[in-house]
């Protein structure tokens, strides 16, 4: 089972890879409260595809275990799993937990 | 031209995915053929994979396979498509279902994971494989015609989502040429369409070839979100 933080470097190195195509002045940051997408989110619609596609492959890769960040269970959480690193990494571990 | 390169076909164990396949395979290409069928094509550089791209299971079994193969995907062709001749008042679900999930699910589906694979190289060629049928749109071609025109769409918005990652889409949208598929058509459909082109005469397969090769081509970097009509259709 990936630890939690297991899971954040993960999603680091998936910003990180947007960021490498960024120019340097406007690179995201890069840490557990970075506010991902929605209110004061910093990625745009196609980085926030970009960055799933890359979690996705790289926690499959790591866990063993396929999941998937877009399906209906994301779309009906009360709060979006994609508002910080944080949320995103807690509901990463539900998916593997199987708690949802 | 194809040499180190790795090619995806869908619908290539017969018709015009397996002369496109033949083709990429003579000019050097390491070819990974999705079919329903058994392979029909034998050769040291094919890889057959009994897909069924109407369905998303089946296609990431696929992928995970290619990517046991290699780590690259630098040309997709779109070619898995079924017809059946149908006027509207009389054609049955099951047959416009099964189109559309071949035709267009599997298509969406597929370039999707493809898509996947090449982004990260920033270096992709996405050729789907159109017909003259959604332009010309003839009676008793309603769904396959639609089916091409959405494709049409779809494959411009594709070009735009991934143009940031340097891949293009493009559509080739052939007229007729004589394999199973056309004969699924009724002959009056078919000779009727055939004969307001330009050039009214079936394709030869070295004219689907010249078109393919030039959206696959390293130089068409810069070609992105566009249908090339075989035959002069207008």
């Known amino acids: 089972m990936l630890k939690t933080k297991d899971i954040n470097e993960i999603i680091f190195q998936a910003l990180n890879s947007i960021n490498d195509e960024r120019d340097p002045n406007e690179a995201i940051g890069v840490h557990e409260e970075t506010c991902l997408f929605g209110e004061n989110g910093v990625l745009d619609s196609l980085s926030l595809v970009t960055a799933i596609v890359d979690i996705e492959s790289a926690m499959s890769e790591a866990s063993g275990q396929d999941i998937c960040l877009t399906d209906d269970k994301a779309m009906n959480q009360e709060n979006s799993p994609f508002r910080t690193v944080q949320s995103l990494t807690a509901y990463i571990e539900l998916l593997l937990s199987g708690a949802i | ?234």
């Open chain 2, 1 to 234: 031209m194809y040499q180190d390169k790795w090619i995806l076909v869908t619908g290539s164990s017969r018709g015009v995915g397996k002369l496109i396949s033949e083709h990429l395979l003579r000019n050097g290409a390491s070819v990974v053929g999705f079919a329903r069928g058994e392979a029909s094509i034998e050769h040291p550089k094919y890889f057959h994979m009994q897909i069924d791209i109407g369905d998303i299971q089946s296609i990431k079994g696929g992928f995970s396979r290619i990517r046991k193969l290699t780590n690259k995907l630098d040309v997709l062709v779109n070619n898995a498509a079924i017809a059946t001749s149908q006027y509207v008042m009389i054609a049955s679900a099951g047959a416009i279902q099964e189109m559309l999930n071949v035709n267009l699910l599997g298509t969406f589906l597929v370039s999707g994971e493809a898509a996947k694979l090449m982004y990260k190289n920033h270096h992709g060629r996405i050729i789907n494989i159109g017909s003259m049928m959604s332009k010309l749109q003839p009676a008793g071609g309603a769904v396959y015609a639609a089916c091409k025109a959405a494709l049409n769409t779809f494959s411009i918005i594709l070009a735009k989502e991934l143009a940031s990652y340097k891949v293009t889409s493009n559509t080739l949208a052939i007229s007729a040429l004589h394999t199973d598929m056309a004969n699924q058509l009724s002959s009056e459909v078919l000779h009727q369409t055939i004969s307001t082109l330009t050039f009214p005469r079936f394709a030869e397969p070295d004219d689907i070839f010249n078109v393919l090769d030039f959206f696959a081509s390293e130089r068409s970097s810069y070609i992105t979100g566009q249908t090339i009509y075989l035959g002069g259709v207008s």
